[in-house]
């Protein structure tokens, strides 16, 4: 499986950008997928994930700014911002995992398990797209 994250850059405070996780030799029909983000230096923190049956689940500073969703025909998994504030800046990762990582997720967005908890139930991890928002 690769997965190649696109479409970073940098925004001032209020802007939008759409992320792209172009998705290859993967042919699961259950699964996970999430984004998750990092600043240097920090913690990785996950984002937001969806599942084959397209439920969703967030974390709780990115509701109603930020949506997950997918187009299976071209593999592709997509995160719409909006109204981004400058502690989203970070590098933001694409992650794939069985159908059960995203029961893990909604655990660790409730505040129950930590990252680390969460961090091996995805087997594969692309190489991050950089997302600037400046004030």
């Known amino acids: 499986v690769q997965l190649a994250e696109s479409g970073g850059g940098s925004v001032q405070s209020g802007g939008s950008l759409r992320l792209s996780c172009a998705a290859s030799?993967?042919?699961?029909?259950?699964?996970?997928v999430a984004w998750f983000r990092q600043v240097a230096g920090k913690e990785r923190e996950g984002v937001a994930t969806?599942?084959?049956?397209?439920?969703?689940r967030y974390l709780d500073s990115v509701k109603g700014r930020f949506t997950i969703a997918e187009d299976n025909d071209k593999r592709t998994l997509y995160l719409e911002m909006n109204n981004l504030k400058p502690e989203d800046t970070a590098m933001y990762y694409c992650?794939?995992?069985?159908?059960?990582?995203?029961?893990?997720?909604?655990?660790?967005?409730?505040?129950?398990?930590?990252?680390?908890?969460?961090?091996?139930?995805?087997?594969?991890w692309g190489q991050g797209t950089q997302v600037t928002v400046s004030s």
């Open positions: 992650a794939l995992g069985s159908s059960g990582a995203c029961i893990t997720m909604g655990r660790y967005f409730a505040g129950r398990i930590d990252l680390e908890d969460v961090t091996p139930k995805f087997g594969d």
């Open positions: 030799g993967f042919t699961n029909s259950r699964y996970c």
């Open positions: 969806i599942d084959h049956d397209g439920d969703t």
